[in-house]
């Protein structure tokens, strides 16, 4: 009877390991499935940038480099760089605080001028309208793919208005 109690705890042992191997199998597979995600709409928004902005300089950021996903050089019709924008795109399903601590640090790190999140449209900040197309949170831009252009449009207007208004003072000066 020991022995026989002793088998079934062996197999036991044995099944709770594969149990164990084949959830941290999943747990991988998903987290892989996950990544995948992340880089398509990083490669998404990459070429809709590029696509509507011709005259700007639009950079990947190398995987495993800290700052951002898409680097965005605002260029003038006359050549002239105007300023940078900072693209962090995040495909998870809540919003998370530290996503803006983290934009914030690679703006530095990068000089960007204006640093810009695109989120799912469930991940906003818990605050705002769910239907609001995009908005300023503590001083980083956030939006949804589908409005992702739209609001560089609207910064990036901003952006050579003030590049514009610096060399009018600089003249003056």
Same mark, same amino acid.
Request: aromatic residues 4%.
């Given at each position: 009877?020991? /022995? ?8 036991? @042992? ?28 990083? $490669? ?9 902005? /011709?005259?700007?300089? !639009? ?11 898409? !680097? ?13 924008? $900072? #693209?962090?795109? @995040? ?7 530290? #996503? ?15 640093? *810009? ?10 605050? #705002? ?25 609207? !910064? /990036?207007?901003? $952006? *050579? ?6 060399? *009018? ?5």
């Amino acid at each position: 009877q020991e /022995r026989a109690a002793l088998e079934k705890a062996e197999l036991q @042992k044995k099944l709770d390991d594969a149990a164990a191997r084949l959830a941290d199998a999943q747990r991988k597979m998903e987290q892989g499935s996950q990544q995948l995600q992340g880089e398509v709409l990083e $490669l998404a928004l990459e070429e809709s940038l590029v696509q509507a902005f /011709r005259l700007d300089t !639009i950079e990947e950021v190398k995987k495993g480099v800290r700052g951002g996903d898409v !680097i965005q050089r605002v260029t003038t019709r006359t050549g002239q760089a105007a300023g940078v924008m $900072l #693209w962090e795109t @995040k495909r998870a399903k809540d919003w998370s605080p530290q #996503w803006v601590t983290k934009l914030k640090e690679d703006m530095r790190s990068a000089s960007a001028d204006v640093g *810009i999140l695109v989120t799912m449209p469930t991940a906003v900040p818990k605050e #705002w309208d769910a239907q609001q197309p995009f908005g300023l949170h503590e001083d980083v831009w956030v939006t949804t793919w589908s409005h992702a252009v739209s609001l560089a449009e609207v !910064i /990036r207007v901003g $952006l *050579i208005d003030v590049h514009k208004q610096r060399l *009018i003072s600089a003249g003056k000066g």
